[in-house]
C-alpha cells in the first residue's frame, strides 16, 4: 500500500513542477524581442507508479507525481537550413546590385551632362569649324569639348578604379569576420558538448550558435549540420570550416590594383594549404565576382569608347591640313579611358582643311568629315549606348532578382519563427495554465494536510 503520507509527495511535485513551467514561460516572455532566441517548452512526465513489486510493498498502482524531464528548444532544423540557404542568396543578390547601380551612377546616364551630350558637344564643334574654318575661336571651343570630354572619361575610369580598391579591402575585412565568426562557433560547440555531457542546459548558448552560423551562410553560403554530440559542422564547397572544437581559418589572395586582375585574380583561400574555398555565393561570392569579373568588364568598355574615339577621330584628323597648310597630327592620345588626352593645345593645329594650301587654308571640309563621325557605326557613339543600355538592362535584372529573393527569405524566415519564435499570446494562455495547475496542486495539499490533521489530532477523541 502507499504511505499516507504519498498524496503530499505527489502534491509537491506538481508545485515543483508547475513552477517550473512558469519560469519557463518567463523566459520566453523576456526574450521575445532578442535577436536568435529560440522559444523553449517545458516537458513534464508523470512520474509512474513502481514497476516491480518488492517482497513487504506492493504498488495500488498510483502514480507517483509529475517531473520535469527537461526543457526542450523548439527548432526546425530544416527550416533553419533553408533560412540560411536564402539568406545567403540574398546576401549575394543585395552585394551585386549595390556594386552594379555603383556603377550605373559613374555614367551618369541619361544627363544633359554626361558622355553622351559631350560626344554631341564634339562633333557640333567639328560641324562649328567646317562652317568658319578661319576663326579661331570656333577651333579654341572645339579643343575644350574635346578636352571636357577626355576628362570625363578619365573621372569615370577612376571612379570605377575606387570602387575596386574599396571592394578590395572589404573583402579583407568580410574574411576575417568569417574567420572570427568560425572560431566563435567553434568555441561554442566546445561549450554545448561539455554541458551536454555534464547534463546542463545550452539552448541559450545553441541560440548564441545558430546566429553565428547565419552569419557566416550570409557571408560564405556556409551550410550547418549538426552532430549527435550537439555540434555544429559548417562546410563551405564540402570542406568544413568548423567541425566540433575545431576551426579554420581563410585568406585572400591576388592583385592589390585593378590592372592586376588579368594576370592575379582575387580568390579567398584555405589559409593551411592555399586551396580555393570555392566560395560562390553569399556577400563574398558577389564580392569576389564584382572583383574579377564585373568591375573590369565596365572598365574594359568604357576603355573601348576611348580606344574609339581616339582611332576614329585621329585617323580622320590625319587626313586634313590645319590652319597653316601642315598634315594634321594625332589629336588624341592615350587608349584607354584613364590616360586619353586632347593631344592638340594649338587651335590652329585643328585640321579642318581637306586640301594643302600654302599660306593658309581657308577650308572646312575635313572638319565637315569628322563631324559626321557621330553616325559611324563603329564609332565611340555606338559603343557609349550599347554601354549605358546593357548596364540599365543587368541593373534592372539583378533588381528585379534581388526583390523576388528577399520576399522568399521573408517566407522562410517566417516559417522558421512559426516554429522558434515567440507568441505572447500562447504564452500569456501557458502562464494561465501552469498558474491554474499551481492552484489546484496547492489545494490538494491544503486538502490532505487537513485529512492527516484529522487523523493524527482527532482520533480517539
Known amino acids: 500500500m502507499s504511505s499516507t503520507f504519498g498524496g503530499i509527495s505527489t502534491a509537491l511535485s506538481a508545485l515543483y513542477a508547475q513552477r517550473r513551467g512558469l519560469d519557463v514561460t518567463g523566459q520566453n516572455i523576456a526574450n521575445v524581442n532578442t535577436d536568435g532566441y529560440s522559444r523553449q517548452r517545458a516537458d513534464l512526465s508523470a512520474v509512474g507508479a513502481t514497476g516491480a513489486a ?14 520535469m524531464s527537461g526543457v526542450a528548444r523548439l ?3 530544416f527550416l533553419e537550413s533553408r533560412a540560411r540557404s536564402e539568406h545567403a542568396r540574398s546576401a549575394y543578390l543585395d ?37 568658319r574654318p578661319g576663326d579661331e575661336a570656333a577651333r579654341t571651343q572645339l ?52 554541458a551536454t555531457q555534464a547534463g546542463l542546459p545550452s539552448n541559450e548558448l545553441a541560440d548564441r550558435r545558430d546566429v553565428l552560423a547565419q552569419k557566416l551562410a550570409e557571408l560564405t553560403g556556409g551550410v550547418g549540420q549538426t552532430g549527435e554530440d550537439g555540434a555544429l559542422d559548417i562546410y563551405l564547397d564540402g570542406t568544413a570550416i568548423v567541425r566540433g572544437s575545431r576551426a579554420e581559418k581563410l585568406t585572400v589572395t591576388g592583385g592589390s590594383r585593378l590592372v592586376d586582375v588579368g594576370v592575379a585574380p582575387i580568390s579567398v583561400n584555405w589559409a593551411q594549404d592555399g586551396r580555393s574555398t570555392g566560395i ?26 576611348a580606344t574609339k574615339l581616339a582611332s576614329i577621330v585621329n585617323t580622320a584628323h590625319a587626313a586634313g591640313y590645319d590652319l597653316d597648310g601642315n598634315p594634321g597630327a594625332a589629336m588624341f ?51 557609349w549606348r550599347t554601354l549605358v543600355v546593357g548596364i540599365g538592362v543587368t541593373v534592372q535584372t539583378a533588381d528585379n532578382r534581388s526583390a523576388v529573393q528577399d520576399a522568399v527569405t521573408a517566407k522562410a524566415d517566417n516559417l522558421r519563427d512559426s516554429v522558434a519564435g515567440v507568441n505572447l499570446d500562447e504564452e500569456m494562455t501557458n502562464m494561465l495554465a501552469y498558474q491554474r495547475a499551481y492552484e489546484g496542486a496547492a489545494r490538494v495539499m491544503s486538502t490532505i494536510d487537513s485529512m492527516l490533521d484529522t487523523l493524527i489530532n482527532r482520533m480517539g477523541r
Do not use: H
Open 95 to 131: 552585394a551585386r546590385l549595390n556594386s552594379l547601380k555603383d556603377v550605373e551612377q559613374v555614367l551618369t546616364e541619361p544627363s544633359d551632362s554626361g558622355v553622351a551630350a559631350q560626344l554631341g558637344d564634339l562633333w557640333a564643334g567639328f560641324g562649328d569649324v567646317a562652317n
Open 333 to 383: 592620345s592615350g587608349t584607354t579611358a584613364a590616360t586619353l588626352t586632347v593631344a592638340i593645345t594649338d587651335p590652329r593645329d585643328v585640321a579642318a582643311s581637306v586640301t594643302q594650301t600654302p599660306g593658309g587654308n581657308r577650308e572646312g571640309g575635313n572638319a565637315d568629315v569628322l563631324g559626321k563621325l557621330k553616325a559611324n557605326p563603329a564609332g565611340p557613339d555606338s559603343a
Open 280 to 305: 560562390s555565393t553569399g556577400t563574398i561570392g558577389a564580392v569576389t565576382e564584382n572583383l574579377n569579373v564585373t568591375l573590369p568588364g565596365y572598365t574594359t568598355n568604357l576603355d573601348a569608347v
Open 143 to 194: 579643343l575644350q569639348r574635346a578636352g571636357t570630354l577626355a576628362g570625363t572619361l578619365n573621372s569615370s575610369s577612376n571612379a570605377m578604379s575606387r570602387q575596386w580598391d574599396a571592394q578590395r579591402e572589404q573583402v579583407g575585412g568580410l574574411v576575417a569576420e568569417v574567420n572570427s565568426a568560425a572560431a566563435s562557433v567553434a568555441d561554442l560547440n566546445q561549450a554545448i558538448m561539455r
Open 75 to 77: 527548432r526546425d532544423g
Open 54 to 67: 518488492s517482497l513487504w510493498s506492493v504498488s495500488d498502482g498510483v502514480g507517483g507525481g509529475v517531473e
